[in-house]
């Protein structure tokens, strides 16, 4: 068979790409993927997981997620809807079936392992498909994208350890022996805090839950991520005070400290530093919910599990019969290194812009779709790595903020930006109204300090 491009991974990278290379060109497009249906690691992620960013950033730039809605309940009361998983998975299937398959010029080929070369494998039948690429290849699939139920812990668990991933959770009630007495919660990221808020939510007593948490992150600020006219405030307000305290940190702590203190990082523990970012969003209802839990054990990594033990790389901490090991150590995004998006014939989408991918994949493809020569290409969508330390993040927000400069520049790629579904502020900024001195005086904020940032995070980057 032929095709033009070949996108392997129908996640939300392939799919944003795909969309959008759909509405920019005429070309033909298979899609091979692993799973049964698209969505990627959607269709193993836990049943109450959902989205910590606003819906609005998520998805295809051709179709709406969500309701548009602001929620009038829970941790995330008075911000705009996160959609849940299964919201999720059904968008991704109605993508697939009303947009992309429905143009006549996708093919999709689920349950199938790319084997490098065109060639793919049908895991049901075994039968091997030979592909003419007449244009590139789209590895979708770079980010390595995690989840516990399908990732093998880096410790040993004994035999006879009540060990599950969260995904078992909700269907604790099945179980025919009694019900856990006490919970220990394995991991410090987005997934561990998910546990932790439907354990409480659900019922469990705060004081029968352990928490191991190996390092305390960084966390953003949902309330200063909001899309819309109605959050100019709160987002574009803090934007600027983000460019003002990169433009004047003395350090990366001082960035931080900084950061926090005009609301734009948030932290669980207010007696302890945390020592990583990874760009996981909560809400500050979210923060109350996740300080109930005061038995946080704080001994490094996991080493190993016995039944009522766990040793760690500092010490080792027991625990009473009937608890249930929960395991949220996966990790979302694998550390991989920054590479060219366009190289030759392969395109690797990655993060352009942190922490959106969605936008990221569809502003690949449109630059696929407009614009000539590699160099250029590449000139526009520098890859930004997730940082691995604290240390990293100046270069990781100096990174989104040259690419955005680059943007800027070309009128063409400007107003696709502004016009996107999946970017949320170009249009906002947009339709300032100039005589509306107090949104005038944010965005000036913004822009005074925007060039001292970018000079000083220069000077905060390790040297490499």
């Not at 509405?23 to 269709?43: C, F, L, S």
Request: aromatic residues 8%.
């Amino acid at each position: 068979m032929e095709t033009d491009y070949l996108i392997v991974g129908a996640g939300a990278v392939g799919l944003a790409f795909a969309d959008t290379l759909l509405a920019e060109t005429d070309a033909h497009i298979t899609i091979v993927d692993r799973h049964g249906k698209p969505g990627g690691h959607w269709n193993d992620a836990y049943s109450f997981v959902s989205l910590h960013q606003p819906s609005a950033f998520y998805g295809v730039n051709s179709l709406p997620l969500g309701h548009d809605r602001i929620d009038e309940t829970g941790v995330n009361q008075g911000l705009y809807e996160l959609a849940s998983g299964p919201e999720v998975s059904g968008y991704f299937e109605k993508v697939m079936n009303q947009r992309l398959l429905a143009s006549g010029r996708v093919q999709y080929f689920p349950m199938s392992n790319y084997k490098g070369d065109g060639r793919f494998v049908s895991l049901l039948s075994g039968k091997e498909t030979q592909v003419h690429i007449r244009k590139k290849t789209v590895d979708a699939t770079y980010f390595g994208t995690t989840v516990p139920s399908t990732h093998k812990p880096q410790f040993d668990v004994e035999p006879g350890v009540d060990f599950v991933p969260l995904n078992e959770l909700p269907h604790l009630w099945k179980r025919s022996q009694r019900m856990p007495k006490h919970f220990v919660i394995v991991g410090a990221g987005k997934t561990a805090m998910d546990a932790a808020c439907w354990l409480l939510a659900s019922g469990a007593d705060p004081d029968s839950i352990s928490w191991i948490m190996p390092r305390d992150s960084w966390l953003l600020n949902r309330l200063k991520t909001q899309p819309g006219i109605d959050f100019f405030e709160e987002t574009l307000a803090g934007q600027a005070d983000m460019m003002e305290a990169c433009a004047l940190a003395t350090d990366v702590d001082d960035l931080f400290d900084r950061l926090e203190a005009c609301g734009v990082m948030l932290r669980i523990d207010p007696s302890v530093r945390p020592t990583i970012h990874r760009y996981a969003t909560v809400s500050t209802g979210e923060v109350a919910q996740l300080a109930r839990i005061k038995h946080v054990i704080r001994k490094g990594r996991v080493t190993s599990i016995s039944p009522t033990s766990v040793v760690l790389e500092g010490g080792q901490e027991t625990f009473g019969e009937g608890t249930l090991f929960i395991d949220c150590s996966a990790s979302a995004v694998e550390d991989r290194p920054a590479v060219p998006v366009f190289q030759g014939d392969l395109i690797v989408p990655q993060m352009i812009r942190l922490p959106q991918p969605a936008f990221s994949a569809a502003l690949t493809a449109y630059v696929e779709a407009n614009y000539e020569d590699d160099t250029t290409k590449n000139g526009l969508c520098g890859s930004i790595p997730l940082p691995r330390t604290l240390e990293l993040y100046p270069r990781a927000v100096l990174g989104n903020m040259m690419n955005q400069l680059a943007w800027s520049q070309d009128p063409k790629l400007r107003e696709w930006i502004r016009e996107s579904r999946l970017d949320g502020f170009g249009k906002v900024i947009a339709a300032v109204d100039p005589t509306d001195m107090s949104k005038v005086a944010i965005l000036k904020k913004f822009r005074s300090f925007a060039m001292p940032a970018a000079a000083n995070l220069t000077k905060l980057i390790p040297p490499s």
